[in-house]
């Protein structure tokens, strides 16, 4: 049956086989589409590749586009479709929901949202038991920074530099990311400090972080002595004690960088810097938009890697597998600050969205993704390290789980990016053989590998030698 659709894929990589077939496309035609997103949709809204893909249906880590190319999808709509694309549990109890009721608002009571606050904070430790869910990962995080604002009476809030917090108003302050900033005023009360980045940063190397894979830079820390993580902590201080005032409202981190490449902190920063919050009278927030829901492998919740409970967690992307929703869960005190006046969020909680998160968890917990995140995650670590040990332009390859980075360098001594064309030239030809990776980075270097948990190991195997041909194709092309 699949040789009705052509192969996306070079003969040197061969796609694992898959037995779904997709329906034939029957919308407007490529030109007319692109006509469309020209004059119809924002720009600000941009598309991926050279030629932007026309993207028809999903199955699982499968997309296949308008002409039935089959694709092996290793970005996940952007870290967001965590069980897999249109997953037959998640699909199912959806399309029940939709048959029974849609929306009420969160004023009548209804089973869906009862049951799934049960369910998800159940997966919390205390006292992380209450939740108040939203619509997308921005809206969480700016819940997160009120919260935090209102329940400590204090204003100011501290983010690490390269992080991703969202695009709203509010939140622009703690992205620190230039490509999202612009030019109005925002992040009025925001301070970044300086990222522990044991790669790209002043310090750091084989020792510090909490990967199967090591950067290669050499490390002057010993068991149980990183030096790294004691002068990150010291810039850390400096921040406090000269950009904020003497009382803070909070701290906001991911537990690992997204959009900035999977970049990993230094092992018991976290710990650290939760602390010196903690003593200045602020609130600590784990953003866990990304490495939440098993992702990382070894623990449900990023921050669990680090040995820290925070007082407020935000979620969002894969807790609905693509459904657009999001959800703040902090303690009962914190989230009774929010109640002395009337705060409402029309469609956060709906039945439906409860309904697709609660078919999420249930899938995770059944189909073993933590688990596969793990064994499959590490597996594919530790092949793209064999690539970073053959080919100088590969200066970094990290992450835990299914929570992946690959920076890209001019050589490995300078660190210096890799000019963006010819990172764009290998992101093509992976796309052409049939896979689909992000791209991150301060200098958009960095290529991401966070796809839908339920790859395998023989997807890892294919993927990493599309990408050994695209690296030799620039060596080529190079010479």
């Known amino acids: ?159 690490l530099r390269g992080g991703y917090h969202g695009g709203s108003p509010y939140t622009l302050g703690l992205t620190s990311l230039t490509p999202y900033k612009h030019g109005v005023a925002n992040g009025f009360g925001c301070t970044t400090t300086m990222l522990p980045d044991v790669f790209r940063g002043p310090w750091g190397g084989s020792h510090c972080r909490d990967s199967p894979v090591q950067t290669v830079r050499k490390c002057s820390c010993t068991t149980g002595a990183c030096l790294a993580k004691d002068q990150y902590i010291e810039q850390f201080k400096d921040t406090l004690n000269t950009s904020v005032p003497k009382t803070v409202a909070g701290f906001i981190a991911e537990p690992i960088q997204g959009v900035n490449g999977a970049v990993q902190y230094p092992r018991n920063f976290l710990k650290e810097a939760y602390q010196l919050t903690r003593e200045r009278g602020g609130l600590c927030i784990s953003d866990e938009v990304q490495t939440g829901f098993g992702r990382t492998g070894s623990h449900f919740w990023g921050f669990q890697t680090h040995g820290v409970v925070p007082d407020i967690v935000t979620l969002a992307k894969g807790i609905g597998n693509g459904f657009p929703m999001a959800a703040v869960v902090t303690t009962k005190e914190i989230a009774s600050s929010l109640a002395q006046n009337l705060h409402f969020n ?21 189909d073993g993704l933590q688990k596969n995140s793990e064994d499959v995650g590490t597996y594919m670590l530790l092949e793209l390290a064999k690539l970073r040990d053959k080919f100088e332009i590969v200066g970094d390859v990290r992450g835990k789980g299914l929570m992946i980075g690959v920076e890209m360098v001019t050589d490995k001594d300078s660190r210096r990016p890799l000019p963006a064309e010819e990172i764009s030239q290998i992101w093509e030809d992976c796309k052409d053989m049939g896979v689909l990776i992000g791209r991150g980075g301060l200098y958009s270097q960095t290529f991401r590998i966070k796809p839908p948990m339920c790859i395998t190991k023989r997807d890892v195997d294919f993927a990493v030698e599309v990408f050994r041909i695209a690296l030799q194709k620039h060596v080529e092309r190079a010479a």
Request: proline fraction near 6%; glycine fraction near 4%; charged fraction near 20%.
């Open 1 to 159: 049956r699949q040789q009705k659709w052509k192969s996306s894929v070079s003969t040197q990589a061969k796609m694992p086989p898959c037995d779904f077939v997709p329906e034939k496309y029957e919308s407007y035609p490529y030109e007319h589409m692109q006509k469309i997103r020209e004059q119809n949709i924002s720009p600000t809204l941009r598309t991926y590749y050279k030629k932007p893909l026309l993207l028809h249906q999903g199955y699982m880590q499968w997309l296949f586009d308008h002409e039935g190319r089959r694709y092996l999808d290793l970005f996940a709509g952007i870290v967001t479709v965590s069980v897999g694309h249109c997953h037959p549990k998640v699909t199912m109890a959806t399309q029940k929901q939709l048959a029974r009721l849609w929306h009420t608002t969160n004023i009548y009571m209804y089973p869906a949202i009862h049951e799934y606050a049960e369910k998800l904070t159940s997966l919390f430790p205390d006292p992380l038991k209450v939740v108040y869910l939203t619509n997308s990962g921005s809206e969480a995080n700016d819940l997160a920074m009120f919260m935090a604002r209102l329940h400590t009476r204090n204003f100011d809030i501290v983010s």
């Open 346 to 366: 029309t469609f956060g909680g709906n039945p439906l969205a409860c309904v697709a998160g609660a078919a999420v968890l249930d899938a995770i917990e059944e």
